[in-house]
Structure formats: C-alpha cells, structure tokens
C-alpha cells in the first residue's frame, strides 16, 4: 500500500513549474534580465509571452535602459491572465515585467498559471515605491512566489553605497506623498525618479549636484 507523506516521491510526469520574483531599485537591470531570460527560454523551443505594464517607452514594449527592446503585451487592469494565456496556443513561460504595477488579483492569476497549468513565471518589478512603501503586488509576490532574488547590479547611491530606494523629485526636492504610482523621467512629467541609499533615502539627501 501506498502511503502518501512529505516524502513521497512526486509522481512522474509532473514537473512543477516555478513562481519567480527578481526586484530591486530602479536601473540594476530587471529589464535587461528580462530580456535575456526570455533569449535563453526562447532559444530552448520554448514559447513564451512578454507582458508589462507602464513600460519607460510609454509603449507596449519591454525596453531596457541599456537600449534593448521587445515588444511586448500591456497589461491594463482588467486584464485576465489566465484567460489571455490559456487562450493561447501552449505557453510555457511568461516574462513579467514592471509586475509591481499589476493588481493583487492579476498576481494570484500568475500564481493560477504555475500551479495549474505549468506554466513557469519569471516576474520583475520594483518592491517598494517612492515612500519605501511596499508595492501590493510586489507583496503579494513575495508572499506567493517560490524563489524571491534581489537583484543589485551595480546601482549606486551618490554616496557610494548600494541604492536601495526609489526617491521621488518634483522641482528638485524629495517628497514623500502622492499617489503610488506617477509616472516620471520622460520629458512631459516634473517627476523624476533616483535611487539612493537606505540612510540617504531616509535622510532625504539628494547629494551634491542634483
Ligand atoms: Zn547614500
């Protein structure tokens, strides 16, 4: 008689797809992972599809400071995920880029996706906003996802030390409310956005020259 426990072996046939959460500030390359990530996929025969949200091209498009680009599906918030990939033919991954802007909802969809269906999810996204303030989805990211990874490529705060936190600038001085989510660093926004330092972000230090 079989008996089932923590040990059992998982029955074959059954490869358990992943939930993966890759965060970090502003500029240490999320995007830029993305990209590759879904080259190294795609390259295997795996098909997969590229969502963002809010993406730097004002497009949808997943682009990455470095000037890579790719386009990609926009995910606006009614947006069902389940239904935009099952209605695809065989997916098996997702690129999840800007994930921290997608809705509590559409991150337990992501969660829909590896659990019944296979499909891998690789999301990207900042965790925390302009307040240090975590973002819902990225939260719930955390919460759902089984492997998490801080992704710290060389972002410098002006002190030197590794920037942390997204600060908010608007006419050229940190401020700490409004809403979650402006867009910023374009040329038709005032916001502008920089990553600092724990203690820099806290202490409201824009650092000489800035
Ligand atoms: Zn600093």
Known sequence: MTELSALSAVPSGVRNAVLKFYFGPMDCGKSTLAL???????????????????????????????????????????????DLVTTQHRIDY?????????????????????????????AFGLASDFRSVMFPAAQRLFE???????????????????????????????????????IGDTDASPVRYQVLCRRHHRAGLLGEGT
């Open 36 to 82: 590759q990530m879904n080259y190294n996929h795609g390259r295997q025969g795996r098909r997969g599809l590229v969502l963002t949200k809010h993406d730097r091209s004002g497009q949808p498009k997943l682009t990455s400071r470095i000037g890579l680009g790719l386009e990609a599906i926009e995910v606006h918030d009614g947006l069902d995920l389940v």
């Open 94 to 122: 997702l690129i999840c880029d800007e994930a921290c802007f997608y809705t509590v909802p559409q991150i337990e969809q992501l969660a829909d996706l590896v659990d019944e269906h296979g499909i891998d999810v690789y």
């Open 144 to 182: 759902l996802a089984d492997e998490v990874c801080r992704l710290q490529v060389e972002v410098l705060c002006w002190c030197g030390r590794p920037g942390l936190l997204n600060a908010r600038i608007v006419g050229g001085e940190l401020v700490r409310t409004g809403e979650q989510v402006m």
